[in-house]
């Protein structure tokens, strides 16, 4: 028998570190039941114990007796046996891990409960309110729930058609927390379920069909409008050793008509 969350059917090798919040002790013994003929799960079964073991606290019984077995079963435990090999069966009393303390709290757990347990979880834990939380608490709360809170005189708080009115009707649940005579209320609600955005990747085809409806201009090599760029006349003579002179050539005058010119100069 497979266990069924939703659209996801679970199995032992579909099982998640996340997803295992969702089953219960019979569920796992059932997995671990339909799994006996899997080689694969054979062969990496420490693996998926592992995964179990993040949720549920796993003990070997390795005393057949009554009293035993039911000892744990007052702790709250199952017990049953799973196969681990042809030869091997053992008996495990296994529990869900609580979630009693915001130490609890994790990543893979944290949207598997609802916001009235996050306020059981919240209320058994504050002293000091929101901010008495460190902030790796806070985030792990954050990635599963819209939180908001407001710190008002206790006959503010409930005022009509307040923040505490316009939240409860919006599904949201709170937990008031006394400091003096002000009140901090906690607004909880669990997020929406996202799906994570995949990357579409356009086939040849469509590449060629959008290339052919538009037109990319070429702005790589265009000049700026502020450059000054000359142009050279392709019908301009080449220039040759010919035609090319200096303006000035200083390294021709002659030193003695120019001293005779400098005279002259100052004759004048």
Same mark, same amino acid.
């Given at each position: 028998m497979e266990q069924q969350t939703g659209k996801k059917v679970l199995t032992l090798k579909t099982l998640t570190k996340s997803s295992v919040w969702d089953v219960q002790e019979n569920d796992i013994f059932r997995m671990c039941d339909n799994a006996e003929k899997d080689i694969e799960i054979k062969e990496n079964l420490r693996h998926y114990i592992d995964i179990i073991r993040s949720a549920f606290m796993i003990e070997e019984i390795k005393v057949?007796?009554?009293?035993?077995? @039911? %000892?744990?079963?007052?702790? /709250?435990?199952? +017990?049953?046996? $799973?196969?681990?090999?042809?030869?091997?069966?053992?008996?495990? =009393?296994?529990?869900?891990?609580?979630?009693?303390?915001?130490?609890?709290?994790?990543?893979?757990?944290?949207?598997?409960?609802?916001?009235?347990?996050?306020?059981?979880v919240l209320d058994r834990n504050f002293g000091g309110g929101w901010d008495s939380l460190s902030q790796s608490i806070k985030d792990i709360i954050e990635s599963g729930f819209d939180i908001s809170t407001t710190t008002?005189?206790?006959?503010?708080?409930?005022?009509?058609?307040?923040?505490? @009115? %316009?939240?409860?009707?919006? /599904?949201?649940? +709170?937990?008031? $927390?006394?400091?003096?005579?002000?009140?901090?209320?906690?607004? =909880?609600?669990?997020?929406?379920?996202?799906?994570?955005?995949?990357?579409?990747?356009?086939?040849?085809?469509?590449?060629?069909?959008?290339?052919?409806d538009v037109e990319i201009e070429d702005n790589y090599n265009k000049p700026d409008e502020d450059d000054d760029i000359e142009i050279d006349d392709p019908n301009d003579d080449e220039i040759t050793e010919d035609n090319y002179s200096t303006m000035m050539d200083l390294g021709s005058a002659d030193p003695d008509e120019e001293a005779e010119n400098m005279a002259e100069y100052g004759e004048e």
């Open positions: 057949d007796l009554p009293i035993v077995k @039911e %000892k744990y079963e007052k702790q /709250g435990y199952k +017990v049953g046996t $799973v196969k681990i090999d042809d030869q091997t069966k053992v008996t495990w =009393a296994i529990k869900k891990r609580p979630i009693v303390r915001v130490t609890d709290l994790t990543y893979e757990n944290i949207r598997h409960i609802t916001a009235a347990k996050l306020m059981e008002l005189p206790k006959d503010r708080l409930h005022k009509k058609g307040g923040m505490y @009115e %316009k939240k409860v009707e919006d /599904g949201f649940e +709170v937990l008031e $927390v006394a400091k003096g005579t002000w009140v901090e209320a906690i607004f =909880a609600k669990l997020k929406p379920e996202t799906e994570k955005p995949r990357m579409k990747f356009a086939s040849s085809s469509d590449e060629e069909d959008e290339d052919a």
